[in-house]
């Protein structure tokens, strides 16, 4: 029997350090930090994109699909996610609380709206919180937590008003069940040195079959997403912390500190000390 997204509700998860309620704009990203927003990554708790201006596309839970002007997509806690960002392009993101992710959908949801009414009560939304997430007046950040929950309550009705997506009914097939449940397999296990045979074998399928529907949601192999997903975590790790390199090799599913240098270096450009020297350590987990 295949394993679907829900299976994984009684899974074990690693711990994470609690996100607090916060608003980050999307844009105008360096060339050399495009890796945070583009590679498959998750986190511990939702995250809500807005997208302003700009197009692209964005992967969710092995599902690729286009995104344009005032689209908004939620990630639930744990899910992996991955898009381009343009020049053109303009948002912001959303950190949820745990305490708020009751109040939010339990699977991915993009909507696009469409309706000038409703693009204008959001912004309205949006701008009121980071009003408030950036007041130093008494209360703000209880404020804050008001306001996203208006918003969570617009989010609930524009997808009672929302018509089917075409992306929404390709997140029922069974390609996308599969891959969806795949994705949620490397996020619990991308730390050990399971391959996509052993995945494949947990989900009862074949390899070639898993990345046959991989190619078909998303346009990358099995193997691709997961060597994603690694790659993710250990440029954070380079970036964010002072882990030694050898630890981090073993830390994101390498079995030798050598062989993860030359995956890394063929990866990214260069070697893991280099790019470890080449950004700032900065924080934004």
Same mark, same amino acid.
């Given at each position: 029997? *295949? ?51 700009? $197009? ?46 009751? +109040? ?25 919180? +980071? ?7 008494? *209360? ?79 346009? $990358? ?65």
């Amino acid at each position: 029997m *295949h394993l679907m997204p829900n299976d994984f509700a009684q899974l074990p998860l690693p711990d994470a350090a609690p996100a607090t309620l916060a608003l980050q704009a999307l844009g105008q990203t360096p060339q050399a930090n495009r890796w945070r927003t583009e590679a498959m990554r998750s986190h511990a708790t939702p995250r809500l994109i807005f997208f302003a201006r700009g $197009q692209g596309r964005i992967t969710v839970a092995g599902l690729t699909s286009g995104y344009g002007p005032n689209n908004l997509i939620f990630i639930p806690a744990r899910t992996m996610y991955g898009f381009e960002i343009g020049a053109a392009v303009f948002g912001q993101i959303l950190t949820l609380p745990a305490a708020m992710a009751a +109040e939010w959908p339990d699977t991915p949801v993009h909507l696009r709206l469409r309706d000038v009414a409703g693009q204008k009560e959001l912004l309205a939304l949006i701008e009121g919180l +980071e009003r408030e997430l950036q007041s130093s007046r008494p *209360h703000s950040r209880r404020a804050a937590h008001y306001h996203a929950g208006l918003l969570s309550v617009f989010f609930a009705r524009q997808i009672a008003l929302q018509s089917i997506d075409p992306a929404l009914a390709r997140q029922q097939t069974s390609a996308a069940k599969l891959v969806a449940a795949y994705t949620g397999l490397i996020e619990r296990d991308f730390r050990s040195d399971h391959g996509v045979a052993d995945y494949a074998a947990e989900l009862g399928v074949t390899p070639t079959h898993l990345t046959r529907c991989c190619r078909q949601t998303c346009g $990358q192999s099995a193997l691709g997403l997961l060597a994603d997903r690694r790659h993710f975590e250990a440029c954070t790790m380079l970036r964010d912390t002072k882990t030694p390199v050898q630890d981090i090799a073993s830390q994101t599913g390498f079995q030798s500190a050598a062989y993860f240098s030359r995956a890394f270096q063929a990866r990214a450009g260069v070697s893991p000390t280099t790019f470890r020297r080449a950004g700032p350590q900065v924080r934004q987990r």
